[in-house]
Protein backbone atom coordinates (compact mmCIF):
# COMPACT_ATOMS: atom_id res chain seq x y z
CA UNK A 1 0.00 0.00 0.00
CA UNK A 2 0.73 3.31 -0.75
CA UNK A 3 -0.41 6.36 1.17
CA UNK A 4 -0.45 10.11 -0.27
CA UNK A 5 -0.73 13.52 1.63
CA UNK A 6 -1.63 16.44 0.01
CA UNK A 7 -0.38 19.64 0.71
CA UNK A 8 -0.56 23.06 -0.10
CA UNK A 9 -4.10 24.32 -1.34
CA UNK A 10 -6.14 27.63 -0.62
CA UNK A 11 -7.63 30.83 -1.40
CA UNK A 12 -5.89 32.86 -4.02
CA UNK A 13 -6.84 35.55 -6.64
CA UNK A 14 -6.23 34.96 -10.32
CA UNK A 15 -3.10 35.75 -12.04
CA UNK A 16 -1.96 34.38 -8.46
CA UNK A 17 0.39 31.36 -7.45
CA UNK A 18 0.29 28.07 -5.52
CA UNK A 19 2.26 25.03 -4.86
CA UNK A 20 0.87 21.41 -4.62
CA UNK A 21 3.13 18.94 -2.38
CA UNK A 22 2.26 15.48 -1.99
CA UNK A 23 4.71 13.17 0.44
CA UNK A 24 4.48 9.10 -0.35
CA UNK A 25 4.80 6.88 2.24
CA UNK A 26 4.46 2.93 3.15
CA UNK A 27 5.18 0.48 0.36
CA UNK A 28 6.76 3.13 -1.84
CA UNK A 29 9.32 1.12 -3.48
CA UNK A 30 9.19 0.79 -7.32
CA UNK A 31 6.51 3.55 -7.47
CA UNK A 32 6.63 4.90 -11.21
CA UNK A 33 4.62 7.73 -12.02
CA UNK A 34 3.17 9.99 -9.87
CA UNK A 35 0.49 13.21 -10.81
CA UNK A 36 -2.02 15.47 -10.10
CA UNK A 37 -5.61 15.40 -11.21
CA UNK A 38 -8.08 17.24 -10.59
CA UNK A 39 -11.96 17.42 -10.56
CA UNK A 40 -14.38 20.64 -10.55
CA UNK A 41 -18.06 20.62 -9.62
CA UNK A 42 -19.36 19.05 -11.91
CA UNK A 43 -16.96 17.98 -14.13
CA UNK A 44 -15.06 14.54 -14.75
CA UNK A 45 -11.37 14.21 -12.93
CA UNK A 46 -8.86 15.20 -15.53
CA UNK A 47 -5.29 14.69 -15.41
CA UNK A 48 -3.02 18.04 -14.79
CA UNK A 49 0.46 16.66 -15.34
CA UNK A 50 2.61 13.63 -14.26
CA UNK A 51 6.12 12.70 -13.80
CA UNK A 52 8.11 9.23 -14.58
CA UNK A 53 10.65 7.95 -12.03
CA UNK A 54 13.40 8.99 -14.35
CA UNK A 55 11.88 12.62 -14.77
CA UNK A 56 9.84 12.46 -18.39
CA UNK A 57 6.42 15.06 -17.62
CA UNK A 58 3.76 15.46 -19.63
CA UNK A 59 1.32 18.31 -18.56
CA UNK A 60 -2.53 18.93 -19.86
CA UNK A 61 -3.17 21.38 -22.25
CA UNK A 62 -5.39 23.73 -20.52
CA UNK A 63 -1.90 23.86 -18.17
CA UNK A 64 1.12 23.90 -20.24
CA UNK A 65 3.34 27.20 -19.75
CA UNK A 66 2.19 27.79 -16.22
CA UNK A 67 1.80 24.56 -14.41
CA UNK A 68 5.15 22.33 -13.61
CA UNK A 69 5.29 19.71 -11.77
CA UNK A 70 8.48 18.23 -10.32
CA UNK A 71 9.40 15.30 -8.23
CA UNK A 72 11.99 14.34 -6.00
CA UNK A 73 12.80 10.80 -5.81
CA UNK A 74 14.91 10.81 -2.50
CA UNK A 75 12.26 12.41 -0.47
CA UNK A 76 9.32 10.48 -2.33
CA UNK A 77 7.52 13.98 -3.13
CA UNK A 78 6.22 15.52 -5.94
CA UNK A 79 4.89 18.53 -6.53
CA UNK A 80 2.99 21.10 -8.91
CA UNK A 81 3.99 24.47 -9.47
CA UNK A 82 0.75 26.58 -10.34
CA UNK A 83 1.61 29.92 -11.85
CA UNK A 84 -0.93 32.51 -13.36
CA UNK A 85 -4.05 30.49 -11.96
CA UNK A 86 -7.55 30.92 -13.80
CA UNK A 87 -10.94 30.82 -12.11
CA UNK A 88 -11.47 27.47 -14.26
CA UNK A 89 -8.20 26.18 -12.15
CA UNK A 90 -10.83 26.08 -8.82
CA UNK A 91 -10.99 22.28 -8.17
CA UNK A 92 -10.05 19.62 -5.89
CA UNK A 93 -6.51 18.84 -6.19
CA UNK A 94 -5.68 14.84 -6.10
CA UNK A 95 -1.91 13.66 -6.16
CA UNK A 96 -1.63 10.31 -7.66
CA UNK A 97 1.01 7.38 -7.51
CA UNK A 98 1.16 4.24 -9.68
CA UNK A 99 2.91 1.26 -9.13
CA UNK A 100 2.75 -2.51 -10.31
CA UNK A 101 -0.52 -1.58 -12.03
CA UNK A 102 -2.08 0.07 -8.96
CA UNK A 103 -3.14 3.57 -8.82
CA UNK A 104 -3.31 5.35 -5.53
CA UNK A 105 -4.90 8.41 -4.80
CA UNK A 106 -4.72 11.40 -1.97
CA UNK A 107 -7.47 12.78 -0.17
CA UNK A 108 -7.53 15.50 -1.68
CA UNK A 109 -6.79 18.97 -1.66
CA UNK A 110 -9.06 22.10 -2.43
CA UNK A 111 -7.70 25.07 -5.16
CA UNK A 112 -10.00 28.40 -5.16
CA UNK A 113 -9.03 30.43 -7.52
CA UNK A 114 -11.51 34.04 -7.36
CA UNK A 115 -11.63 36.25 -10.24
Known amino acids: QVQLVESGGGLVQAGGSLTLSCAASGSIFSINAMGWYRQAPGKQREMVARITRNGMTEHADSVKGRFTISRDNAKNTVSLQMNSLKPEDTAVYYC?????????WGQGTQVTVSS
Open 96 to 104: VAIKAGEVY
